[in-house]
Antibody
Framework: QVQLQESGPGLVKPSETLSLTCTVS??????????WGWIRQPPGKGLEWIGH???????NFNPSLKSRVSMSVDTSKNQFSLRLSSLTAADTALYFC?????????????WGQGTLVTVSS | DIQMTQSPSSLSASVGDRVTITCRAS??????LNWYQQKPGKAPNLLIYAASTLQSGVPSRFSGSGSGTDFTLTISSLQPEDFATYYC????????FGGGTKVEIK
């Protein structure tokens, strides 16, 4: 059974850079069948796709966040990571990692439990 | 960007009711539409992919239909565990989620 687990700081200061890691168990991140993605959800609001990464390192980002986002993958640790720079209060959210199928219809399944990130001084 | 609009944004229903949620895309997306259920404090859970294919393990009271720009998620007989928020997601061109529909107890 595939499981994903996010980790990272719960509190980050404005203007700083957020770094989150997602650890995958029960599946290899190097499988060619999947992307590995990040989605966030501000408190009381809907879901926003941040981007995703392939094991080779190729990425695709939400245009609204592209200038501030980077992602990386560490196949030796079966992990992938998100970096989001120039943080503001608007980046306060529950951050999820998820596996994205590379089939035609590219759904997200499964998801990690999420990690709450608060941007505040 | 493809915008996804869900309606209603919330609804109240009773156990046993038939519930229909609509998702409309701002341009044609064929059947590149997935549905998720999210309960408070939990991660979303995939219900339906490719507009109408039920994910393994999802009860058969859930069904999806539509193609092009208009899609529906139907719960044939609402159960207590179905009270949650539902999201559509298009995968035709990158990724966009709908705003969500909260199903509450009447």
């Amino acid at each position: 059974q595939v499981q994903l687990q996010e980790s990272g700081p719960g509190l980050v200061k404005p203007s700083e850079t957020l770094s989150l890691t997602c650890t995958v168990s029960g599946d290899s991140i190097s499988k060619s069948s999947y992307h590995w993605g990040w989605i966030r959800q501000p408190p009381g609001k809907g879901l926003e796709w941040i981007g995703h990464i392939y094991y080779s390192g190729s990425t695709n980002f939400n245009p609204s966040l592209k200038s501030r986002v980077s992602m990386s993958v560490d196949t030796s640790k079966n992990q992938f990571s998100l970096r989001l720079s120039s943080l503001t209060a608007a980046d306060t959210a529950l951050y999820f990692c998820a596996r994205r199928s590379l089939s035609d219809f590219q759904w997200f399944d499964p998801w990690g439990q999420g990690t709450l990130v608060t941007v505040s001084s | 960007d493809i915008q996804m609009t869900q309606s209603p944004s919330s609804l109240s229903a009773s156990v046993g009711d038939r519930v229909t949620i609509t998702c409309r895309a701002s341009q044609r997306i064929a059947s590149y539409l997935n549905w998720y259920q999210q309960k408070p404090g939990k991660a979303p859970n995939l219900l339906i992919y490719a507009a109408s294919t039920l994910q393994s393990g999802v009860p058969s009271r859930f069904s999806g239909s539509g193609s092009g720009t208009d899609f529906t998620l139907t719960i044939s007989s609402l159960q207590p565990e179905d009270f949650a928020t539902y999201y559509c997601q298009q995968s035709y061109n990158t990724v966009t989620f709908g705003g969500g529909t909260k199903v509450e107890i009447k």
